[in-house]
């Protein structure tokens, strides 16, 4: 067979292959994206557990003061945002992964992807609610 021929049977194009591109066009994204997400975090969860640590044994009134300073708040955001994206994402492959059946699988993903969107909006309006 020659070199044409064989590329032919190849389920993705020349240009796919160079770009890194799959079949279903998403190629390295999914991958680059667990990379910056946990990349962004490393910084945002060492600055809550360093936080968290100072508030140890400070009163109720002072730790709903600390989480309504602006700069406070738009980290604690952030960090709720990214860590339930990361988490999502972290899951989907998990899922696709190790699932079988393709409806298990779908709904496995919607699945968690709902639940990460609904525990990370319930977490954004409880900061906000204070901040606010």
Known sequence: MSEKQTSSLRLESALGRVRGLGSAKQGTHHWWM????SMALLPLTL??????????GKSHEATIAWIAHPLNAVLLLASIGLSFQHAASGLQVVIED????????????????????????LSAIAVLKIAL
């Open 47 to 56: 600055w809550f557990v360093i936080s968290v640590a100072t508030l140890a």
């Open 34 to 37: 667990q990379r910056v997400s």
């Open 98 to 121: 190790y699932v079988r059946g393709e409806f298990a699988r779908m709904f496995s993903v919607l699945a968690v992807k709902a639940a990460c969107w609904l525990f990370g909006l």
